[in-house]
């Protein structure tokens, strides 16, 4: 299995500001995923990270507010732009290798918008 | 698009014992892949047991294992000898096995508890 380091593990930020989140993983992925869990919620997913293109974004997020980068096979990040307390929750790295069935996934980052 | 459905919030099992948590899921595909993740406390996502829609074995991994079946589109987890370890959230995952770039589909989650 694939072990995905991510950080920072938690935050605490100010409302307006920006925080990236880097998501590292010990092989070379096929596909890298980011999700957020909003308090006591089931996971949703945000984004695909596309290697070398842009992200390919769920329903109801968007580039402007989450922007992700994946400048290779084993690394992505995700920022959070212009926070607000609602954007409070623990988001989630994920990657899938190569013919592989199984997604893994990182320890996670909780962010605290205050 | 695909649902799945986890309709009991919260289950408790005592120590030793065996538990089974529920899950249902809609899709109109004929294959699929079925996933519980648990989640501890310490929020990383652990993959517990997978099985393959193609696959009529149910697949078992040490004290789990699933009841799956395709026709009632229902995918159960049963963890026996319960220990104190198992405590977690419990989440059943969808996903397609058409197309690399296909996603997880998770369900709500149920929260189990292990007594002594």
């Known amino acids: 299995s694939a072990v995905i380091s991510q950080k920072p593990s938690r935050d605490i930020c100010q409302r307006g500001t920006s925080l990236t989140i880097q998501c590292q993983v010990d092989s070379q992925v096929t596909m890298m995923f980011w999700y957020r869990q909003q308090p006591g919620q089931s996971l949703t997913l945000i984004a695909t990270a596309n290697q070398g293109s842009e992200a390919t974004y769920e329903s109801g997020f968007v580039i402007d507010k989450f922007p992700i980068s994946r400048p290779n096979l084993t690394f992505s990040t995700l920022t959070v732009s212009n926070m607000s307390p609602e954007d409070s929750s623990i988001y989630l790295c994920?990657?899938?290798?190569?013919?592989?069935?199984?997604?893994?996934f990182g320890q996670g980052t909780r962010l605290t918008v205050v | 698009a695909q649902t799945v459905t986890q309709s009991q919030p919260e289950m408790s099992v005592q120590e030793a014992e065996t538990v089974t948590l529920s899950c249902t899921y809609d899709t109109s595909e004929s294959d699929y892949y079925l996933f519980w993740y648990k989640q501890p406390p310490s929020r990383q996502m652990i993959l517990v047991i997978r099985?393959?829609?193609?696959?009529?074995q149910n697949a078992t991994e040490n004290r789990f294992s699933v009841n799956f079946q395709k026709a009632a589109k229902s995918f159960s987890l049963k963890i026996s000898d319960s220990q104190l370890g198992d405590a977690a959230m419990y989440f059943c995952a969808y996903r397609s096995a058409t197309g690399t770039a296909s996603k997880l589909t998770f369900g709500t989650g149920t929260r189990l508890q292990v007594t002594l």
């Open positions: 099985q393959e829609a193609y696959k009529q």
């Open positions: 994920s990657a899938r290798g190569s013919g592989r069935t199984e997604a893994f």
